[in-house]
């Protein structure tokens, strides 16, 4: 059964929509991140009763990009997406209240349009706009019907309250997902913290393990004097031995100490409290702490690369 005729409802010009910032519309659209993702029940729902209610064939969730009118939901219809130059939804979303195009085929804005000349064959249209909380149109709930008809007054309400739900489920959806990726950048912050904690952790420790054949030497950095690359091995030069182990300076660099140790040419490391003195290119550093007999300083080339980073970190006066 039809639904009783209301007082005729004269087509809306065009010079009575609102005129909108296409700019700032679309960048509200972007906002939402909902382009092209994959259809979700809520809104499938939505249409659903929208068409049942209207008693339509046909109702979209329709959303306008710059080029093409996307639709988030659909009833009725089988294309994903049209040309905005042939959307009526594109007139519906700047309007101030539900759009009717009571029989297309009469009106000369759409009477050559393709959908309406061809499939779907449209000829009855409302829509009622889709607004974000700052007023910005970014599509329609629509109703679309293959004869001519007007809604009933009462089906016009149920349509103004249908759009307000899918906006408020597009912006649970849109908080959602700017909750998720503050999540995710919180994670990234503490993962980034740990590892930060972890280098710190790493460049503070007071000892070192040295594989030696087949056990394991505790070096105390504090007894290290400096450390000498020799090709594919590195010697560690403590206060009482040498221990040669398997490795690159490089390995070794990030086990030591940052504020204890100093590169100061590509083959040496040394630990800063055994400079004794710096003699032109060369650095000397203390002997054996607490002995009888005191021993020679030993001498360290300094690589020019390296000298003005080394001065850097002494106390120079």
């Not at 519309?25 to 939402?32: F, I, K, V």
């Not at 594919?232 to 204890?260: A, I, Q, S, W």
């Given at each position: ?39 979700e029940q809520v809104f499938t729902d939505i249409a659903q009763l929208s068409a049942f209610i209207c008693g339509t064939p046909i109702s979209l969730v329709s959303l306008i990009d ?223 702490r607490g002995g009888a007999v005191p021993s020679a300083a030993v001498r360290v080339p300094i690589g020019s690369s390296y000298k003005a980073g080394l001065l850097a970190r002494l106390?120079?006066?």
């Open positions: 059964m039809k639904p009783p005729k209301n007082p005729t409802i004269p087509a809306i010009p065009d010079d009575a929509l609102r005129q909108v910032n296409e700019a700032e519309r679309l960048e509200a659209l972007h906002s939402y991140h909902v382009l092209d993702t994959p259809s710059d080029e093409r009118q996307w639709f988030k939901a659909r009833v009725g219809l089988d294309t994903q997406e049209t040309a905005r130059e042939h959307a009526f939804c594109q007139y519906a979303m700047r309007a101030n209240d539900v759009y009717e195009v009571r029989d297309a085929t009469t009106d000369a804005r759409f009477a050559d349009n393709p959908l309406v000349t061809g499939d779907p064959n449209i000829r009855f249209y409302a829509g009622a706009p889709l607004l974000s909380p700052e007023g910005q149109p970014l599509g329609t709930l629509c109703a679309i019907d293959t004869i001519p008809r007007e809604l009933t007054t009462d089906q016009r309400d149920a349509l103004r309250i249908l759009a307000r739900q899918v906006m408020a489920h597009l912006e649970l959806r849109r908080i959602r997902l700017q909750l998720e990726n503050e999540r995710q950048k919180l994670e990234g912050v503490l993962r980034m913290a740990n590892h930060t904690g972890d280098a710190m952790y790493a460049n503070n420790r007071t000892e070192i393990f040295v594989k030696q054949e087949q056990r394991l030497v505790r070096v105390p950095t504090a007894d290290l004097q400096y450390v000498e690359a020799l090709g594919d091995y590195v010697n560690l030069h403590t206060t009482r031995e040498r221990l040669t182990m398997y490795g690159t300076m490089k390995d070794l660099e990030t086990k030591l100490p940052v504020r204890d140790f100093a590169r100061v040419h590509r083959k040496y490391i040394v630990r800063l409290d055994r400079i004794v003195a710096i003699e032109a290119d060369v650095a000397l550093l203390d002997g054996v106390n120079l006066v």
